[in-house]
């Protein structure tokens, strides 16, 4: 297997690129010159260019890891937080919240989503376990069911008090709404990440299966249940501030997997480099799209990353081997 | 061919000896049966207008998510939700009018199968349609002084609200939903606060979408509007304005003119959104308009 360590220093000069032009796009126009020149310019950036690159950066990288860490531990290639009800549990969690304590602080919403999110995540667990391991197709075909129920249960409830348009704001995300002193939380999430590296070597034993990991000393109930909590953590947190973002988790993973492997610590990081330049370059595409309003960035990420994914496949056999 | 459908079956249904009058609805004239005594209601709009005439349906659809229309619906039974009848209940209330439209727009042929059915959809031309509603409610129910006295009464608020805005600077119409906001032009839901009130638009460029645009709250600083109208989409559980205010009280909209000169005007949403067009629901916005910008 190739190292990443050259992929991943080409991708940090990519993604500080892509920082850059994420920085001067938006609906008020702003040029370099004029940022340190004008008033009000450094200002601007500060309470609304910076916050959302950082919110796009840390969303995007902690998807992507939180979607290669599901994969590695469920010993399944096509799932992800979004598509097996870590992310509706999270979003029904926010539902419930809002409707049982009106007006509650965005913590108490936090909370009851991770919260939420754990339990869906378990209960999913639950069900597929009973599958047999020789169709591994089954587990995201269970996922996509199991998570478009939650999602019905939210619209149900959400019909009858008149909060489609409020669902939707979590069940669609986008980073329209992110501003200094709206995103922080993201930061826990990034914290959180950043904790799933230090057990990278453990999620990566755990990914060889139960009776492998136990043999080799490994506490493996421990090791994921602790995964499964930060994942839960890293998914509810990002619904909380920007919504749903689907298919980060399962396109990055895969595309880094297919060329380093599945070694976590070496991977992880270049996992969430991916994660954070596209679901980025997917954010400036939702800005300028259709300037001066917003698309939603899953909508770009959708067709971005799919023709970034086919690519990949089909270039990979002039290069390998 | 609806049109000429639920023509037929208004004929054709109706008992003999019955007077009939003929009403614009939305889909075209129709003539309707004056004085039905059974009526089932769908559209929460109509069920607005007909309450300030003092008609009672006996079937109205739940819930109607509106507070200021819960003693006129007393004692109604339930004949469907907002979006869909419940055709067996319809059947068995056994109404001599449906009246439907709106968010019931797509189910008035299938209504019309079991009593006759008038489409009093608003849409587009709110304030024109919503006082053609009231007038054909009043010919409909022998209530025509009723109807022009209440016609009288909002053209007279209209224009005095409309004086209180005149001057007062370009407006930008915005709904917020959690969080995030979204931006709705004159074409849009509620453009007809921008064409009834003469409101200058601050941004000419938002498009005609039912859910209005995704915008950032850079759009709402770079449109700068000196009055800022915020429709809250989360007052539907209990948040009011409390979470609209929340939502734009932030570096970027306070450097707006509407902000600074406390021209920020936070409308009900149940009244502008589900009851869009009744003759109450908009007579409550403008009150709250005017209320507003004669108090700031």
């Known amino acids: ?321 | 061919m609806l049109r000429t459908l639920a023509l037929c079956l208004t004929l054709a249904c109706g008992p003999l000896a019955g007077q009939t009058v003929t009403v614009d609805t939305y889909r075209g004239p129709v003539e309707v049966e004056t004085m039905p005594e059974r009526i089932a209601v769908f559209d929460v709009a109509a069920l607005d207008t007909l309450a300030a005439l003092g008609v009672t349906p006996a079937g109205v659809i739940e819930p109607i998510y509106v507070t200021y229309l819960g003693d006129a619906t007393a004692g109604a039974e339930r004949v469907g939700t907002l979006f869909e009848p419940d055709f067996e209940a319809v059947a068995a209330l056994g109404p001599d009018l449906i009246i439907a439209g709106g968010r019931s727009y797509e189910a008035v042929p299938d209504l019309a199968r079991i009593a006759p059915t008038i489409d009093m959809t608003i849409w587009e031309d709110v304030v024109g349609q919503g006082l053609d509603r009231l007038e054909a409610y009043g010919e409909i129910f022998g209530k025509q002084d009723e109807a022009a006295a209440l016609a009288v009464a909002f053209q007279e608020k209209l224009a005095a609200t409309r004086a209180a805005v005149a001057g007062k600077g370009r407006a930008l119409i915005v709904m917020t939903v959690g969080p995030k906001v979204s931006g709705y032009g004159a074409g849009g839901r509620f453009g007809w606060l921008h064409d009834a009130l003469e409101l200058p638009e601050a941004v000419e460029a938002v498009e005609d979408a039912t859910h209005g645009e995704a915008i950032s709250f850079e759009f709402i600083r770079d449109a700068d509007p000196e009055i800022l109208i915020v429709v809250d989409r989360q007052a539907a559980i209990g948040q009011g304005g409390a979470a609209a205010k929340a939502t734009l009280d932030n570096a970027l909209v306070r450097e707006t003119r509407a902000w600074k000169t406390g021209r920020v005007i936070y409308l009900d949403s149940a009244p502008l959104y589900i009851a869009g067009g009744g003759i109450q629901s908009m007579s409550i916005i403008l009150d709250q308009i005017a209320a507003h910008v004669t108090g700031g």
């Open chain 1, 1 to 321: 297997m190739a190292s990443p360590g050259r992929a991943f220093r080409i991708g940090l000069v990519l993604v500080a690129a892509l920082s850059v032009w994420s920085i001067f796009t938006g609906v008020i126009d702003l040029t370099p010159a004029q940022a340190f020149g004008e008033p009000g310019g450094l200002a601007l950036i500060a309470s609304s260019r910076a916050p959302r690159t950082l919110a796009v950066l840390i969303t995007g990288a902690m998807l992507a890891v939180a979607g290669a860490v599901m994969q590695v531990i469920l010993r399944n290639r096509f799932v992800e937080p979004m598509t097996i009800g870590t992310g509706q549990g999270a979003a029904l969690g926010i539902l419930i919240a809002s409707f049982l304590i009106p007006g509650a602080p965005l913590v108490v919403r936090m909370v009851f989503a991770t919260l939420t999110a754990l339990a869906a995540t378990f209960l999913f667990l639950a069900i597929v376990r009973r599958l047999p391991p020789t169709q591994p197709l089954l587990v995201p075909l269970i996922g996509l069911v199991y998570g478009g129920l939650l999602e019905a249960g939210m619209t149900f409830i959400a019909y009858q008090y008149d909060m489609m348009q409020y669902i939707q704001t979590w069940v669609s995300g986008e980073f329209s709404g992110v501003l200094l002193g709206r995103y922080e939380l993201l930061w826990i999430a990034a914290a959180v990440g950043a904790a799933l590296y230090l057990i990278a070597d453990q999620l990566a034993i755990a990914g060889l299966g139960r009776s492998m990991a136990v043999s080799l000393g490994l506490d493996y109930g421990q090791v994921m249940g602790l995964a499964l909590l930060a994942v839960a953590v890293v998914v509810s947190l990002t619904v909380v501030t920007v919504g749903m973002i689907p298919f980060v988790g399962l396109l990055v993973p895969n595309i880094v997997s297919r060329r380093y492997g599945d070694n976590l610590r070496r991977t992880l990081p270049l996992v969430a480099l991916t994660g954070a330049g596209l679901v980025l370059a997917s954010d400036i595409a939702a800005r300028l799209v259709r300037h001066p309003f917003e698309v939603p960035v899953g909508t770009i990420f959708g067709v971005l990353g799919a023709v970034f994914f086919l690519v990949l496949l089909y270039a990979r056999p002039r290069h390998a081997r």
